[in-house]
């Protein structure tokens, strides 16, 4: 039998400030954005950067402790899973997203005053909170 592997791991800064929902059971889930940025010289000496998007989504315990600590700018590691979902809005027209599911989370970098606290790991390795409930996502 084969075998698969769907491992994601990212440095990058939040675009903005988590949000978190709540399920209708009550399970709770935070999404951000992150931004990584890469630098290279083209032939001729000119220098390019790039910057890439990706959505974050976190559950559970994770979910709560994203929400409270990270703020918009700061500089987070994001170690998960890619998943790809569809949807259909209310007009009826389908949509495709494809999200990195968060199973663990690393401040890195100034967390804002508290110096104290950098460097601070996050890993929700409960299997049941990192699976997500195909019918209760919020959104």
């Known amino acids: 039998m084969s075998r698969g592997l769907n491992k994601v791991m990212l440095i990058g800064h939040l675009g903005r400030d988590p949000e978190m929902r709540y399920t209708p059971s009550g ?23 790039d910057t890439d998007w990706f959505n974050i989504v976190t559950w559970g315990n994770l979910a709560e402790i994203c929400n409270q ?43 804002r005053g508290t110096s104290s606290d950098q460097g601070e790991d996050v890993s929700e390795r409960d299997e049941f909170d990192n699976r997500a409930n195909e019918d209760e996502f919020p959104f």
Do not use: C
């Open 27 to 49: 399970r709770p889930v935070t999404s951000f954005s992150i931004a990584t940025n890469r630098s290279w010289n083209t032939s001729d000496g000119e220098r390019h950067t």
């Open 69 to 111: 600590h990270l703020k918009k700018g700061q500089q987070v590691y994001i170690e998960g899973r890619l998943q790809t979902r569809q949807w259909d809005d209310k007009e009826g027209n389908k949509h495709t997203t494809t999200e990195v599911v968060a199973s663990e989370m690393l401040i890195l970098g100034d967390r």
